[in-house]
């Protein structure tokens, strides 16, 4: 199970900090990502961390302003988000995939998202 948390309504140009806490399973040893979805729009992905965190990747959009971290000791996964820009308005999941991409279909695991809206 995951759980996302952290997201809210902030100004253009302001920071938030996404949570996503894992529970009951291998959180350790998956890969985990980031995705988005805006209104009317199809679910695209953010950003991605190995199970290490040793490697990262990013959407091109928001490449230099958000930061994907991990914890495992805590079996929690984190967003950065800085510079926001109210094209970052969206519903914010985090899931979970025992190999290594950006496609929504390699993921098997999914929080229930976390609401961003940024105003401008």
């Known amino acids: 199970q995951l759980q996302a948390s952290g997201g809210g309504l902030v100004q253009a140009g302001g920071s938030l900090r996404l949570s996503c806490a894992a529970s009951?399973?291998?959180?350790?040893?998956?890969?985990m990502g980031w995705f988005r979805q805006a209104p009317g729009k199809e679910r695209d992905f953010v950003a991605a961390?190995?199970?290490?965190?040793?490697?990262?990747y990013y959407a091109d959009s928001v490449k230099g302003r958000f930061t994907i971290s991990r914890d495992n000791a805590k079996n929690t996964v984190y967003l950065q988000m800085n510079g926001l820009k109210p094209e970052d308005t969206a519903v914010y999941y985090c899931?979970?995939?025992?190999?290594?991409?950006?496609?929504?279909?390699?993921?098997?695991?999914w929080g229930q998202g976390t609401l961003v809206t940024v105003s401008s």
């Open positions: 961390i190995s199970w290490s965190g040793g490697t990262t």
């Open positions: 009951g399973h291998t959180f350790s040893a998956a890969t």
């Open positions: 899931a979970e995939a025992l190999g290594w991409g950006t496609s929504v279909n390699g993921y098997n695991y």
